[in-house]
């Protein structure tokens, strides 16, 4: 009997598929999207997603409560009211069968839980708690867990949530209270979604000895007048006072039979561009205006912001890298943290002169970096020298 309704259960995991395909959760989001197998038309192996996330890379079952929901937000394919959509719901202790059964047979280590919204956020989201406490305490699952957080739930609902995960997903969709708006009207900007990310980095400060979820967030990119520039100042903002561990940008898809089904995709090379935009914020602490950012507020989209920089200001001033600075020898092209801790470390040991010194510490393409840079006072010779 307990059979047959785990095999019903996983029947209904494979029927959903790859339904969280538009909600990164790893640490590469633009190559965990995949399509779903053509030869079979329901596979279990779409739920499955191979992330690399802070425990390492893992194979994580990605899936949701349900796939219903009351909510209207215009790009969503789970919108309320949108016939295509097949709705399939879980109970907390058929979600985590269906983990445990896929775990146990190592399938998966991992897990990312998110939900439409059904009677309401808070007794959403305590279904996709139960499923966790049911994971963590009768299960003794002990690795990777990933949970959406409702809008608008309340704060112990969120100090549990981040309790039993490792990391936690507040959306915020869109960077301003009027985009928000247009993309999910009803979803409040403030009290439902800005207040949960102050809130979880509140319930860090107050646990401080406790292990508890690190936070991201997510940007619907593109389908209602958003520009970079407002994107990258409310991620700047939410790194320094929400500290995000990410934030991830989803380029704006329209779904046929929703109010966006006829606006344009947004191009794939913006969301690049802000997601190399948003490691300089996070990683090499820049200033949002030192980005390349256009009059009308987005990014040019020809050239890695870095390099735009480097090539306004470097081009004529090169850096010594003799002497630099860590700080300033990340502002070089080509250069990242290890670059930079490598060059500092060598030149405790001896002289950089060449480029081919540089490449023997292990940066990558010395030929990028040369015009950028001095070595030991000198511009480097732009071909390498191989004896
Ligand atoms: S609340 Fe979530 S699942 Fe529901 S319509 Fe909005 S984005 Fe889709």
Redesign the pocket.
Known sequence: MAGRLVSETLTKLSQMGDVTLHEPAGDSPQTERKRRSRKQEFNLNDCVAHLSTPRGPKPVMKSMMTTA?E???NY?????GRAKTKRVTFAPDEMASAFETLERSRKVDGLFLSS??IKGSVTTQDKIIDTADIIRNKQRYRGYIHLKIM?GIEYDQLYRSMQLADRVSINL?APTSERLAAL?PK?IFIEELVQMLQWAQQIRQDHRHEKLASSVTQFVVGAVGDTDLELLSMSDKLYSQAKLARVYYSAFGPVPGTPFEDLPATEAIREFRLYQSSFLLRDYQWDVEELPFLPHGNLRADVDPKQAWADEHLLRQPIEVMSAERELLLRIPGVGPIGANAIISARRRGTLSELLHLKQIGIRNPQKVAKYILLNGRQPARQLRLF
Request: proline share 7%; with cysteine; charged share 25%.
């Open positions: 929901c909510r209207n937000c969503c394919v789970f919108r309320a439409g919204i809008p969709e999910a979803k």
